[in-house]
């Protein structure tokens, strides 16, 4: 892992507010997510903004994980800004590490938060919400669906507990990876969410298929770890990561509703052979 000189981030920040530089108030125990792979690693940059961190690789030129500590203090004034905000490259990043809008355009996929905007306090916060070093593609249905209702969840769950620490992040099927653009940005398999609630002291994930027909399910940290290679609370004990704390349930959106067949069909289970297969993938990358 590398981070940016400081004179080349000075020499942005009126462009940009946000800023590379170590911020270990964003982390649980004030320890980093850990990359498991050591060929992951390589080619890494952690950046830093107002309320959320990241860690950008130059294989995806897009996040590996996204880290936020959700108050509710900070969800209540998030509640009281007006949304808005325009997706904007990273120029922070050098060019063969950073997306840009024209990967993105007429993809066929959206430019999916990790950190979403939602949850930024401010209108500047917000705005740094949408570099596209915080973004990943993701299908319009997986997006505006249950991604917003896991998002949704989790907004929940630190306005009842005060406080949560969330890690957000994409993961590959290194098998059959479509890629999109000019930058061949690679299209993740699933999203995730990790949370560590400190009051209960309890750990969970959501785990999303990136699909056409996505499907979401709560998994352990510790299964989360094997599927992704990302260990998104390396200050916790393996065994708080190996039992999942009380979870909210997944919220349906807006948009899942009105997309929602006459005959209430249910979505494919998690145990079907695509989401299996996928699964799979992830983790045999991982012995190899």
Same mark, same amino acid.
């Given at each position: 892992?590398k ?6 981030v000075?020499?942005l ?9 170590s911020?270990p108030?964003?982390f649980a125990?004030?320890v980093?997510p850990?990359?498991l792979?050591?060929t992951a690693?390589?080619?890494t940059?952690?950046?830093?903004n107002?309320?959320?961190?990241? @860690?950008?690789?130059e294989?995806?030129?897009g ?5 936020e500590?959700l108050? *509710?203090?900070?969800? *209540?004034?998030a509640d ?6 325009k997706?904007f490259?990273?120029?922070? @990043?050098p060019?063969?590490m950073r997306?840009?809008?024209t990967?993105y355009?007429?993809s066929?996929y959206?430019?999916g938060?990790?950190t979403?905007?939602?949850?930024e306090p401010?209108l ?6 949408f @570099? ?9 249905e ?6 917003e209702?896991v ?6 769950w630190a306005?009842q *507990?005060?406080?949560i ?6 993961g590959?099927?290194?098998e059959h ?6 930058g ?5 398999a699933?999203?995730w969410?990790a ?5 209960s002291n309890?750990?969970?994930?959501y ?9 979401c399910?709560?998994i352990a940290?510790a299964l989360?770890?094997?599927l992704?290679n990302v260990?998104?609370?390396p ?13 909210p349930?997944?919220? *349906?959106?807006?948009y899942? @509703? ?5 005959s209430n069909?249910l979505?494919?289970e998690?145990?079907?052979?695509a ?7 992830l983790v045999?990358?991982?012995v190899q």
């Open positions: 892992m981070y940016l000189p400081l004179g080349f000075g020499f920040v009126a462009a940009c507010p946000a800023h590379a530089a911020c108030a964003l125990k004030g980093p850990a990359l792979s050591e690693r390589s080619g940059v952690q950046l830093c107002d309320h959320y961190a990241v @860690l950008v690789s294989a995806t030129k996040p590996l994980w996204s880290a500590d108050t *509710e203090e900070n969800l *209540e004034i009281d800004t007006n949304r808005q905000g997706f490259p990273d120029m922070r @990043l060019a063969s997306a840009s809008l990967d355009r007429a066929g959206d430019r938060h990790m979403p905007s939602g949850n401010g500047a916060s917000q705005q740094q919400s @570099l596209l070093s915080n973004i990943v593609p993701q299908t319009g997986l997006n505006r669906g249950p991604w209702g998002e949704s969840a989790v907004r929940g306005r *507990e005060g406080e620490f969330v890690v957000t992040g994409p590959y099927d290194p990876t479509a890629k999109i653009g000019r061949r940005i690679p299209v993740p699933v999203t969410k949370i560590y609630d400190p009051a309890g750990t969970g994930a785990v999303c298929l990136n699909t056409r027909k996505p499907t399910k709560i940290v989360l770890m094997q992704v260990d998104p609370f200050a916790l004990p393996q065994s708080m990561k190996e039992q999942v704390v009380g979870m349930p997944i919220r *349906e959106s807006p899942a @509703l009105s997309k929602r067949p006459r069909r979505l494919k998690w145990g079907s052979k989401a299996q297969k996928a699964i799979k993938a045999k990358a991982l």
